[in-house]
């Protein structure tokens, strides 16, 4: 079990690391430009001789920081809308309407629409990622309080004039904790796609910023004259590293869901 | 039956590939059978094909003819016009026209046509510049007098570009359904997709041997494909896909003024007029702005960049009648740019970047994000010069924002016209922060005094000495000799492949914009047997 969680994290991790040892420019070698893949050059290299290994694992590197940062950014949205929703009735009503729509509208329109807005750039991308990826898990959130709102441990803490905040740190939050870490793993290789998708399409990131949307979008320019590695080893690193974390994420709902029950049995 | 089902799609899958994989150029070209041709050369015009709006500026206005022309070597010759006359004190230019001219339509073309031409472009304000132009006078059916407010020289460009429209067929469409007196006529135009033409039966010049001309508005790729498919017979490719062999097709690769380069503001940071932030505190140092000159490596941004397809370009007119042979430097030489830079009191810091009194040698060098040719440039360029010791950062901006930012910042821009004037409005003080030109804010009285004195100039030589003049005359210029307000890099080639028995003749050096210029003697293509 354990197993099956800590090395996709290492491998996942590893990269992730690595990637901040390489600096910030990467130099051109005009000499050594559209090479395929060689020993020397793993991903081969691009129109202006940079190597590609190193540019994707730049890509990488701003792709998982991005998705983190709105995995935290959406989960924290989710959570903190999720407890207003069982302040009153009334505000329960506003959310739920609120999720319906945002869900009845396709993500990456609604995504490219704010990005657009806000100016693109890092900024816009992260506040576009984190309003559209919201509804899913405050939805979950919303019907796991609704019912822990009519569990008799809390509604003794209730009666014995605990506040509304003081049971939402004590008796919520601990009970909410594997929701909040699936809901944040299942969010993040989504909000990395989607940073990709839109960037591709011209409506994310800044031209400058070694993205994989950006890479993505500049070797189709190339394709057609055959340089098919400039999309090709960047597009299958983005699958591989999100097939990883989906690997741990799966692996780590497991782990959290485990029926504890029998645990002490095996133990002693 | 998983499996297998599994084992089936990729065995489908690799079939389709297969398929597609051999595709069956129909060896024949339609170029032989019917007297057709396709061609995919882009750049389809927004705006439609007005003249007095801008059609035409570059290559021929294909539905219109003009006055008078250049060939192949630059020279003037005579299209529309029999004859042209300048008055001594330059304000008059009397044009004589053909009489046997005729718009597609049968009707004859006369000096009522070409005053109404004149002044229709006037009034509309458009890229066509006729500010001086005071009134026109009609001397006869087919003999005008343009009377100028001063003598222009360069008035003798505007006769060169402005196709002639017809005043009785001129209406609210006239962009859409264009009538006149050139070499083809429209057949139809369906916006975003293609443009189909034939040949004029009521066109007075050589009969052009092509009957029908197909012009197709695709993307790079979709064009590519199609040609490999053997569809087309003239195409134009951006130097990224220059290395294409295609069968049947020959590779043509003109030479351009279709420049690029780095333009550096000028004066020192202040605010103008309008509160936008001009001049920038390191490239205001004349120091700075030859160092960088000297110490950039055209040779290899031409050979890294673009793979050879161009030249190395020193100035904006390099091998125009009007460009100056004498500005050409002797670059790569970081020697000589350390010791300008140093001579000027500038040090290396501890980073290798020079420094001056605080003040570090460091500039964002702007360039529009889509265009990836000009990212190319910039990021060799920057690299080039973080090398050597200043620090360049590029960032890529959309026009709008680059508009914001390019009166105090430098910026990748591309010039090239077969207009001398261009000079003028690229360097003249009078022409600060209008459009694109003159966005650095460059600013030499001497060299205003000359560009002056070219552009009114009464004959062409003249004008031509003062153009040179004004890039560098022993002492100040705007050359990199002299004042050095632009880091010109690079003239890119302009790429065709053209079906291998179809010959396009000489062509003249290539204006900025890839694409039409091709189609500037069009009526001389000939098929090979």
Not at chain 1, 237 to 247: A, C
Request: aromatic share 12%.
């Amino acid at each position: 079990m354990k197993k099956n969680m800590m090395i996709p994290l290492f491998l996942f991790l590893t990269c992730y690391v690595l990637s901040f040892l390489i600096k910030d420019t990467i130099s051109l070698e005009l000499t050594n430009k559209n090479q395929a893949p060689s020993l020397s050059h793993l991903f081969g290299t691009d129109w202006l001789g940079r190597d590609m290994l190193l540019r994707t694992l730049k890509g990488i590197q701003l792709s998982i920081t991005l998705g983190v940062v709105t995995a935290l950014l959406s989960t924290s949205l989710g959570l903190l809308l999720s407890l207003l929703a069982i302040v009153h009735p009334y505000l329960d009503r506003m959310l739920s309407w609120l999720i319906d729509l945002f869900l009845s509208l396709p993500h990456l329109v609604t995504l490219i629409l704010i990005s657009f807005v806000l100016g693109g750039g890092f900024k816009g991308v992260v506040i576009g990622l984190m309003l559209t990826h919201w509804p899913a898990i405050t939805r979950v959130l919303r019907a796991e309080l609704l019912q822990l709102q009519t569990m008799p441990y809390i509604q003794i803490s209730k009666q014995q004039g605990k506040g509304f905040w003081w049971r939402a740190r004590h008796h919520f939050l601990p009970h909410l904790f594997p929701q909040l870490m699936v809901g944040f793993t299942l969010i993040f290789p989504h909000a990395i796609l989607h940073e990709a998708s839109i960037t591709f399409l011209g409506f994310g990131l800044a031209a400058e910023q070694p993205a994989i949307g950006i890479i993505l979008s500049e070797s189709m320019q190339y394709l057609s004259s055959g340089m098919w590695w400039l999309a090709f080893f960047p597009g299958v690193t983005l699958l591989l590293m999100m097939l990883l974390f989906q690997r741990f994420a799966n692996a780590f709902k497991h782990h959290l869901e485990r029926d504890r029950s029998y645990e002490h049995y095996f133990n002693g | 039956m998983k499996k297998f089902g599994f084992i089936l799609l990729v065995i489908v899958v690799f079939a389709l590939v297969g398929c597609n994989d051999k595709p069956t150029p129909e060896t024949n070209a339609k170029a032989d059978q019917a007297n057709e041709l396709t061609l995919a050369i882009g750049g389809e015009p927004e705006d439609g094909f007005d003249p007095t709006t801008g059609w035409g500026r570059y290559g021929s206005p294909l539905f219109q003819s003009t006055l008078l022309k250049q060939d192949s070597e630059m020279e003037v010759t005579y299209d529309l016009a029999t004859d042209y006359q300048v008055s001594e004190d330059g304000l008059t230019w009397e044009v004589t026209l053909r009489d046997d001219a005729t718009f597609s339509d049968g009707e004859s073309v006369t000096a009522d046509d070409v005053i109404f031409t004149y002044e229709t472009a006037k009034k509309s304000q458009s890229v066509v510049d006729l500010a001086d132009l005071e009134n026109i006078d009609k001397k006869g059916d087919y003999q005008v007098a343009f009377h100028l407010s001063q003598p222009q020289s360069s008035f003798l460009y505007t006769l060169q570009r402005l196709g002639i429209v017809p005043e009785h067929a001129y209406t609210e469409d006239y962009a859409e359904n264009p009538v006149g007196s050139g070499p083809y006529q429209l057949v139809e135009w369906r916006k975003g997709e293609q443009l189909i033409v034939e040949k004029n039966p009521h066109y007075y010049g050589n009969q052009p041997v092509f009957e029908k001309l197909t012009f197709l508005f695709s993307g790079e790729d979709q064009a590519l494909a199609v040609a490999k498919a053997g569809e087309i017979d003239v195409l134009s490719v951006p130097i990224t896909m220059a290395n294409q062999e295609i069968a049947g097709m020959k590779q043509i690769s003109l030479q351009s003024v279709d420049n690029r380069g780095v333009m550096l503001p000028y004066p020192e940071p202040t605010t103008n007029e309008e509160g936008e932030e001009v001049g920038n505190s390191v490239t205001s140092d004349p120091a700075i702005r030859k160092a960088l000159n000297y110490a950039i490596d055209r040779e290899a941004i031409v050979d890294g960049v673009l793979n050879g397809e161009g030249t190395v370009a020193y100035s904006s007119t390099d091998d125009l009648p009007w460009g100056s042979s004498e500005i050409a430097i002797e670059d790569a030489d970081q020697e000589r740019a350390e010791q300008i830079l140093t001579d000027a009191g500038w040090e290396r810091g501890e980073d290798n970047i020079f420094e001056k009194e605080g003040q570090k040698a460091s500039m964002t060098l702007y360039y529009p994000s889509g265009d990836q040719m000009r990212q190319s440039l910039s990021l060799v360029f920057a690299d080039l010069i973080n090398e050597f010791g200043i620090e360049v950062i590029t960032e890529g901006a959309s026009w709008n924002e680059i508009e914001q930012e390019m009166h105090a910042n430098p910026v990748m821009m591309g010039w090239g016209s077969h207009d001398p004037l261009e000079l003028y409005s690229l360097y003249h003080s009078s022409m600060q922060g209008i459009d694109y030109y003159n966005a650095n804010y460059y600013q030499n009285e001497q060299v205003d005094q000359y560009l002056d004195q070219a552009i009114h100039a009464s004959t062409e030589e003249e004008a031509n000495e003062y153009w040179k003049l004004a890039q560098w005359d022993g002492n100040t210029g705007m050359s990199t000799l002299g004042d050095a307000p632009w880091v010109w890099l690079v003239n890119l080639n302009h790429i065709y492949y053209v079906r291998e028995n179809i010959k396009i003749g000489e062509q003249k050096v290539q204006p900025h914009g890839h694409g039409w210029p091709i189609t500037d003697f069009i009526t001389e293509w000939q098929v090979m047997e």
